[in-house]
């Protein structure tokens, strides 16, 4: 069997490009999986074909609207099953790693937004995808997806099929925990009566990382004195730096991407995510499995794990930074909190079926294709 995955753009440490990579691994022993994309940079694993497709276009609207082109004249024909990991027309499958486009268009944002070029592509490109006449299946990570895309499109049942988690195991405390907090934390000069406050992610902006520095900014001194923030992530880091010292924030370290995130883990006291708007955030559900208490936004679509756990806090919806704020003032202050939402994450990592989602893809998408 051949199958084509098909998403824009793949780097390393970008939470779609290493399902994208989880999931091919999953499906080398039934199928021959080649990569289209119009950017790769990284190495290629093994056992993985990539096809970096040039496209030509004075905007980038015109070169995503090539690429679709490519992957339905020339991709579609040739391969068994297309599996799509960014909206577009003509794929057998859509793996949802993004929030429904919609929901942020119309309740979200205000009636110019809906204008713009970029957004009229998304828009049709996902009414391709979850509309009444299409065929498309999708693979949905959370229950925040399913009651938005069914809203919005009235999403046949039979073609939204949830997802289980899909963690590494490795991000469970094993023996040498104590050891690898204590080197990285020496590694950074943090104390151990000093609290890390950890934050990991791409995307700065639509990870909330101005919303953590306010919250960081906003603690009594005598506390804000003990506590170094970590950011973990692609991105340009300089406009960030420069907020947190116009905010008065110190020990700030933007680390850029690593792959030593479940080290870091062990080595912190508290995850703090407080993204915009996530499809899932595997990054919640790796903290919570490591012993890392998690605060977090209700606009995540695993934050009801946070919750179901017990290992942490969420904001409602709307957000509000004064919560936010108080959240995080109480969670650092109280040890005996956060030792039991480590424990409590812990247990949850134990007797929770969170690691079989590349797997589930793999005998979805290789059994026979929906077409």
Same mark, same amino acid.
């Given at each position: 069997?051949?199958?084509?995955?098909?998403?824009?753009?793949?780097?390393?440490?970008?939470?779609?490009?290493?399902?994208?990579?989880?999931?091919? +691994?999953?499906?080398?022993?039934?199928?021959?999986?080649?990569?289209?994309?119009? /950017?790769?940079?990284?190495?290629?694993?093994?056992?993985?074909?990539?096809?970096?497709?040039?496209?030509?276009?004075?905007?980038?609207?015109?070169?995503?609207?090539?690429?679709?082109?490519?992957?339905?004249?020339?991709?579609?024909?040739?391969?068994?099953?297309?599996?799509?990991?960014?909206?577009?027309?003509?794929?057998?499958?859509?793996?949802?790693?993004?929030?429904?486009?919609?929901?942020?268009?119309?309740? $979200?944002?205000?009636?110019?937004?809906?204008?713009?070029?970029? %957004?009229?592509?998304?828009?049709?490109?996902?009414?391709?995808?979850?509309?009444? /006449?299409?065929?498309?299946?999708?693979?949905?990570?959370?229950?925040? /997806?399913?009651?938005?895309? %069914?809203?919005?499109?009235?999403?046949?049942?039979?073609?939204?099929?949830?997802?289980?988690?899909?963690?590494?195991?490795?991000?469970?405390?094993?023996?040498?925990?104590?050891?690898?907090?204590?080197?990285?934390?020496?590694?950074?000069?943090?104390?151990?009566?000093?609290?890390?406050?950890?934050?990991?992610?791409?995307?700065?902006?639509?990870?909330?990382?101005?919303?953590?520095?306010?919250?960081?900014?906003?603690?009594?001194?005598?506390?804000?004195?003990?506590?170094?923030?970590?950011?973990?992530?692609?991105? $340009?880091?300089?406009?960030?730096?420069?907020?947190?010292?116009?905010?008065?924030?110190?020990?700030?370290?933007?680390?850029?991407?690593?792959?030593?995130?479940?080290?870091?883990?062990?080595? +912190?006291?508290?995850?703090?995510?407080?993204?915009?708007?996530?499809?899932?955030?595997?990054?919640?559900?790796?903290?919570?499995?490591?012993?890392?208490?998690?605060?977090?936004?209700?606009?995540?679509?695993?934050?009801?794990?946070?919750?179901?756990?017990?290992?942490?806090?969420?904001?409602?919806?709307?957000?509000? /930074?004064?919560?936010?704020?108080?959240?995080?003032?109480?969670?650092? $202050?109280?040890?005996?909190?956060?030792?039991?939402?480590?424990?409590?994450?812990?247990?949850?990592?134990?007797?929770?079926?969170?690691?079989?989602?590349?797997?589930?893809? +793999?005998?979805?998408?290789?059994?026979?294709?929906?077409?």
């Amino acid at each position: 069997m051949r199958l084509a995955f098909v998403l824009f753009s793949w780097f390393p440490h970008g939470g779609l490009q290493q399902d994208v990579i989880k999931i091919a +691994a999953a499906c080398r022993t039934h199928a021959q999986v080649t990569v289209f994309c119009m /950017q790769w940079d990284g190495p290629v694993p093994d056992g993985v074909i990539v096809n970096v497709v040039p496209v030509r276009g004075l905007t980038r609207t015109g070169k995503r609207a090539a690429f679709v082109r490519h992957i339905q004249q020339q991709v579609r024909p040739a391969f068994d099953v297309v599996v799509g990991f960014n909206r577009m027309p003509g794929l057998d499958y859509y793996f949802a790693a993004d929030s429904c486009f919609a929901h942020k268009a119309w309740a $979200e944002r205000g009636w110019w937004y809906r204008l713009a070029p970029r %957004t009229r592509q998304y828009l049709q490109w996902e009414e391709a995808v979850f509309g009444k /006449q299409g065929n498309t299946i999708a693979l949905l990570l959370s229950p925040q /997806q399913r009651e938005q895309y %069914t809203a919005f499109y009235g999403t046949s049942s039979a073609r939204l099929i949830d997802l289980p988690p899909g963690i590494s195991r490795t991000f469970m405390p094993g023996a040498d925990a104590s050891r690898i907090r204590q080197r990285l934390r020496n590694e950074l000069g943090v104390r151990e009566d000093a609290l890390l406050v950890l934050q990991v992610g791409s995307g700065f902006r639509v990870k909330g990382v101005d919303r953590s520095l306010r919250a960081l900014a906003s603690l009594p001194p005598a506390m804000a004195a003990r506590v170094h923030y970590v950011q973990i992530g692609k991105g $340009e880091a300089k406009p960030w730096q420069e907020l947190a010292r116009a905010l008065g924030v110190q020990n700030v370290h933007f680390l850029g991407g690593r792959d030593d995130v479940k080290d870091f883990m062990q080595a +912190a006291d508290l995850l703090l995510h407080p993204s915009l708007q996530e499809s899932a955030g595997m990054v919640l559900l790796e903290a919570i499995v490591s012993g890392l208490p998690v605060l977090t936004t209700a606009g995540c679509g695993y934050a009801f794990h946070v919750e179901q756990a017990e290992a942490g806090q969420v904001c409602d919806y709307p957000f509000q /930074q004064t919560t936010l704020n108080r959240l995080l003032r109480e969670m650092l $202050e109280s040890e005996q909190a956060l030792s039991a939402w480590r424990a409590a994450g812990i247990r949850y990592g134990q007797t929770q079926q969170l690691y079989d989602m590349p797997e589930a893809v +793999a005998s979805l998408v290789c059994a026979r294709s929906p077409a």
